[in-house]
């Protein structure tokens, strides 16, 4: 099926051409028709051409306006890209990995005179378009991920080095072993812990999860659920678990997320299970992101037992961008934001 709607689009779509030839877009699209979506409805938020300002123009690209987190780093770009001259657009993807190709593709073909110096994407594919990556810094303009760990930015900074490339992200192994120090101050005699993490074919889900499972040892058991970083991925993760039953003969004792949004969720699905097991509405539930509005509110109201704050890094980035384009330094191959416990980590031990 994935291999005749790559024909259709090469026959159909203005990025044509490019699918047509590229293996790594055939991959995308066989993970998505493997989780279900259909073909992405045309987005509502388009790459646009702007006259000449005489300031750099950079692109970013993020995964779903819809994610609080995600419209954090607008915000934070938004506001370094002020303070630091710079025109930026932000582009949202409707987390379809499709989507954000197309949109990339047209900005990176965008004519000379209005192409973006840099584009900083948090992509939806974990591989982190390699090729849209390659095109673009053919053409001169310098490719930031955020949050993506990936081999091939390093033969790009060999052939551009002058160019801002590299990778801005939190330091998700860091993130992982706060998990797993939450999940021992939570249940210290151990026990039986679901953890819902993102897409396993993200280097974020990939490195929290190898983070818990260091801290964490055998005196907790982990069982792994997946979700795709939204609400309702987390409510769905529980309620299919809920489902078999399991927790009739082993309850967990804590349920642990890689982001606020499926905390949320997961609350979402033990607050409607326990209408008739009312035990369920007991367990402590964690997350990440640690947002004031967000994460942190619903530890302070208590529906989360804890989250880990994130900071956001698309601030970064711009100042990053700014110091390498005016030639005041080289941008980093990769630099991280330093974690935190919310609570601190002594205070959820003694709740």
């Known amino acids: 099926m994935c291999t005749q709607i790559v024909r259709t689009i090469a026959r159909t779509s203005p990025i044509g051409p490019w699918f047509r030839y590229d293996v790594d877009v055939a991959r995308v699209l066989a993970h998505h028709f493997r989780m279900g979506p259909q073909l992405p409805r045309p987005s ?20 779903d306006e819809a994610q609080e987190f995600q419209r954090l780093q607008a915000e934070d770009a938004q506001s370094a890209a002020a303070e630091s001259g710079l025109d930026l657009e932000v582009l949202y993807a409707e987390n379809n990995a499709v989507v954000q190709i197309q949109q990339l593709y047209q900005v990176v073909h965008l004519p000379a005179d209005s192409r973006p110096s840099v584009v900083i994407v948090h992509t939806v594919a974990g591989e982190g378009l390699e090729r849209l990556a390659r095109a673009a810094v053919r053409l001169g303009i310098g490719w930031i991920l955020l949050g993506r760990r990936v081999a091939y930015l390093d ?5 551009q080095p002058k160019l801002p490339i590299g990778m801005i992200g939190a330091d998700n192994l860091e993130i992982g072993r706060i998990q797993g120090r939450q999940f021992q101050a939570l249940v210290p005699d151990g026990g039986l812990v679901l953890y819902i993490r993102g897409p396993a074919d993200t280097s974020a889900a990939r490195d929290r999860l190898a983070g818990v499972e260091e801290v964490c040892g055998r005196r907790i ?14 409510e769905e993760a529980i309620s299919a678990w809920l489902a078999l039953k399991q927790f009739q003969t082993s309850p967990p004792r804590v349920i642990g997320c890689q982001n606020d949004a499926m905390a949320v969720g997961a609350r979402r699905a033990l607050h409607t299970a326990a209408a008739k097991v009312p035990s369920l509405a007991k367990i402590p539930i964690t997350g990440v992101d640690g947002l004031p509005a967000g994460g942190r509110s619903h530890v302070d109201q208590g529906t989360l037992a804890a989250t880990v704050i994130t900071p956001s ?17 080289s941008f980093p191959r990769e630099q991280l934001s330093t974690p935190s416990s919310y609570p601190d ?3 959820l031990g003694a709740r």
Do not use: C, F, M, Y
């Not at 033969?155 to 052939?159: A, H, I, K, T």
């Not at 058991?221 to 987390?234: H, K, P, V």
């Not at 890094?313 to 330094?329: E, K, M, S």
């Open 44 to 63: 509502s938020s388009h790459p646009t051409r702007k006259p000449l300002t005489g300031r750099p123009k950079v692109v970013l690209g993020l995964v």
């Open 155 to 159: 033969e790009l900074r060999r052939q």
């Open 221 to 234: 058991d982990l069982e792994i659920l997946d979700g795709q970083w939204t609400e309702a991925s987390g």
């Open 313 to 329: 890094n698309t601030g970064l980035a711009i100042r990053l961008v700014i110091q390498t384009l005016q030639g005041r330094a």
């Open 345 to 347: 980590l002594a205070l």
